[in-house]
């Protein structure tokens, strides 16, 4: 008997992580041909959505240039830090991170993406500079497609601007990015408010009307807290402690929403998730502390679960 069809694509994806071009459809058709051949029901739509990434990595492939710039995937999820020359990606990188970056009051500082991790509520969550996008990012005008190929395998995009700027950048930095095709969970960050006239913020945010705004300065620790906070309803993932032997761990694991027991389960072991027996749970998602839930019991952000084996 098959395993339940959200663990089952959550390994898939898992398996995909990475994956660029010709691997990805080699990965993708030995997925295929593991899976369940039935034409109806919930694995019949995992089928469908396999082909589906085939199809899509095909043009993707041919879209983006042979020089494309690969970033490895770390952390739960990956968020992109993007915006015009200049508009303040470095220093906020490196106050999350404190990873060591060069930075300058001057234009394409960076040159390349910079990765780094930083720590949201316990979970990792790799962020990656991208280094600042122009117009005609997309007709190649400063390395844009190989930019761009980059962030359209991220999860979620900060856009950031000094906030003491003019948007027209940033409009433009947008512009590239929607011609590109990259449909991703987006907010703005108005950098270096410290140093920001009066105003300045509310006319940025009157720029951008569809985007969640921040106003952020690296000196203000309790604004780089709400804006990891942000980030962290951005890539929209839901945390969950596990407990052992009546001791809770201290590092909580990173699920999808709508994410059961069972998905629980199978982060710890793949044979435990196709063995176990059901959980005891405590927190949100629990009638009363220590409820006994089965397989499909939903667990929620903030949840304890220890799996009864």
């Not at 990956?78 to 508009?87: C, F, I, R, T, Y």
């Amino acid at each position: 008997m098959p395993m339940p069809h959200r663990t089952q694509m959550r390994l898939i994806k898992r398996r995909l992580v990475g994956k660029e071009g010709s691997e990805r459809v080699r990965e993708l058709r030995a997925i295929l041909r593991e899976l369940p051949d039935y034409r109806n029901g919930p694995y019949a739509d995992i089928r469908k959505w396999v082909h589906g990434q085939i199809d899509e990595t095909r043009v993707r492939a041919r879209v983006l240039q042979r020089d494309s710039i690969a970033v490895r995937r770390e952390g739960a999820a990956q968020v992109a830090l993007v915006g015009p020359p200049n508009g303040g990606k470095s220093s906020l990188l490196h106050a999350l991170s404190h990873v060591q970056i060069k930075i300058g009051d001057y234009a394409f500082t960076t040159l390349r993406p910079v990765p780094a991790l930083t720590r949201i509520g316990g979970v990792l969550v790799q962020l990656v500079e991208i280094p600042g996008l122009i117009a005609g990012a997309n007709e190649d005008r400063g390395g844009g497609r190989a930019l761009l190929g980059v962030l359209r395998g991220a999860d979620a995009i900060v856009y950031c601007q000094d906030a003491g700027a003019p948007p027209g950048r940033l409009l433009e930095v947008r512009a590239e990015v929607d011609a590109a095709g990259i449909e991703l969970p987006a907010m703005l960050v108005a950098t270096k408010m410290d140093d920001a006239p009066d105003g300045a913020f509310e006319a940025l945010r009157a720029a951008v009307p569809d985007l969640p705004a921040l106003g952020v300065s690296i000196l203000d620790d309790a604004s780089l807290d709400a804006l990891k906070a942000a980030i962290w309803r951005l890539v929209g993932l839901i945390r969950v402690r596990l407990r052992h032997d009546g001791v809770v761990a201290e590092e909580p694991v990173a699920l999808e929403p709508g994410s059961t027991v069972a998905d629980v389960a199978e982060e710890i072991h793949r044979d435990l998730g196709a063995t176990f027996r059901g959980a005891r749970v405590w927190g949100p998602s629990a009638r009363f502390a220590g409820q006994q839930v089965g397989r499909d019991h939903a667990v929620q952000d903030g949840d304890v679960v220890e799996i009864v084996r």
